[in-house]
């Protein structure tokens, strides 16, 4: 899968990975390859990459949108919690 985090600032992340977890309005979820598509609105609190070589990063997000299509995520947050 490829995702792609961006901010209004500046592209925070962008690479192949193995899973994100991202705070849902309706709480948190994990998309994994192959995941149905879907948009969700986000809350404040932790998202958690695990990149295609088994790197562990997790951001802080203020809030955003995430959408999944065709194995490709589009993670736009409203910003970071600590920047």
């Known amino acids: ?31 994994l390859n192959n995941h149905a598509a879907t948009v969700s609105a986000l809350e404040k609190g932790a998202v958690k990459v695990v990149t295609a070589g088994g790197e562990k990063l997790e951001l ?13 995520i589009s993670l736009l947050v409203s910003g970071l919690e600590g920047a």
């Not at 802080?60 to 194995?71: A, D, H, K, R, S």
Request: avoid cysteine.
């Open 1 to 31: 899968m490829h995702l792609v985090i961006l901010s209004p600032e500046a592209e925070i992340f962008s690479g192949e990975v193995k899973s994100v977890t991202v705070p849902g309005a309706n709480g948190s979820f994990q998309m």
């Open 60 to 72: 802080v997000i203020t809030g955003g949108f995430v959408e999944m299509l065709n194995n490709e």
